[in-house]
């Protein structure tokens, strides 16, 4: 079977190691970028979606290049705590969960699809802009006038995604709720135990931080930044692309005050070298992905707001599903229906649960029922509330820890 991906990101080329994993090897990667570049920020990547990258014999390097995420706290924009739970392997995971540089987990994917499948089966620099088919073959036509034919078509190529246009002519940009993102990296002492991934405020104002490397010998990583804030109001929406560099003062002007003896965000605003701004902006769920021998993956097919740390990790298991159908059904055709019935609605729940604020959902109801602070969290929140919220969530979007750990593998050979 040939399958070609358009797209080499982390859903790309996470299909196509997959793909490799379950012995289809007639796999071609397009990338319209000249080069795969180690870009971007921190990112959390899941164990639902590390269950998934150790299966496919990458959890050394993936351990080497993240840092177990420790745990989850969540705060009021007073600084006080709402909720935290240990993660990954310390909250009973058969995984661990890990912060990492987006640019380092693509790298990690790249070395592996350059030692297992060879580096001529990526293509950079090639775009593609327009998909034929028939009922025998697809075709991907790339700018500059390369075709290729495959058996498959996947659009993996992000929440841009020319491929989605395609199928779906007339949905148009991205929606943007009118909240901005800052995004950063900056060196600094980790707060809390080192590993914690906190986040401080409510949605429309809300600053994101964790370490994403392991401390020096003076104690310092690299450490992961997002602030957050609503701008909406009579504005344009901000460009979309990932590479728009800012001026901070504007970022300083609304979350220097966010100071507490165990963070201070204007210091770590001083620290980043760069920041850059990005509108929050997701997409409807679709109510069937692709058509014939084409099908979406990951942001092409279900860009969701990072709330719940997920965008990646969903794109992952999108993977591994779309591999084992296609190794195991009886026509291409048939094993993508299989993939968009697994996939689809699974994956819709997770955009609906974000605009929801899904994981973090603890801090919207803080600052409804005490914007002024609490003496006690009890007397915000009913007995096994905050537990409920945080288990609903993690059931929605697939990580809950006794279904993550008892259920059967996705290898193929398993
Ligand atoms: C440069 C960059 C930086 C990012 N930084 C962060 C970050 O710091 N934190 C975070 O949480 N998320 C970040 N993301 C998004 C995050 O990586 C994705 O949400 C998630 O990993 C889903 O992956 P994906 O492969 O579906 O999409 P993406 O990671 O967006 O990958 C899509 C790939 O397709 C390529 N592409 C686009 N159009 C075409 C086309 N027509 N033909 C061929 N190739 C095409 C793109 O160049 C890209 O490499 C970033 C994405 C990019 C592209």
Known sequence: MRVVIAGGGIGG???????????????????????????????????HAVRELSELGLADDLSAQGLATGEFVMFNKHGQRIWGEPRGLAAGYR????????????????????????????????????????????????????????????????????????????????????????????????????????????FGKRAVVYPITRPDRDGRALINIVLEATTGAGRPMPRQDWDHVVDPAQIRAVFATMRFDWIDIGELIDAAPRWWQYPMVDRDPLPRWGSGRVTLLGDAAHSMYPVGANGASQAVIDARVLARALALA?????????????????????VLANRGVGAEQCMELAEARAPGGFDRIDDVFAPGELQELSSRYKRTAGFDPALLNDRASLSVDS
């Open 95 to 202: 995984w661990p969960q890990y912060s990492i540089h987006r640019g380092r987990l693509l790298g990690v994917l790249h070395r592996a699809f350059a030692e297992r499948l060879g580096e001529t089966r990526l293509r950079t620099g090639h775009r593609v802009v327009n998909v034929t088919q028939n009922d025998r073959s697809v075709c991907a036509h790339v700018a500059g006038g390369t075709r290729v034919e495959g058996d498959v078509l996947v659009g993996a190529d992000g929440v841009h995604s020319s491929v989605r246009a395609q199928l779906h002519p007339g949905e148009g940009a991205p929606l943007w709720n009118g909240i901005t993102m800052w995004r950063a990296v900056a060196q600094g002492v980790p707060c809390l135990t080192g590993s914690s991934m906190v986040i401080i405020g409510y």
């Open 13 to 47: 080329l996470s299909l196509a190691l997959s793909l490799h994993a379950a012995g289809i090897d007639g796999v071609e990667v397009f990338e319209a970028a000249p080069a795969i570049e180690e870009l971007g920020v921190g990112i959390n990547v899941l164990p």
């Open 330 to 350: 009886p026509t291409a055709q048939s094993a993508l229906d299989d993939y968009e019935t697994a996939r689809r609605p699974a994956t819709a729940a997770v």
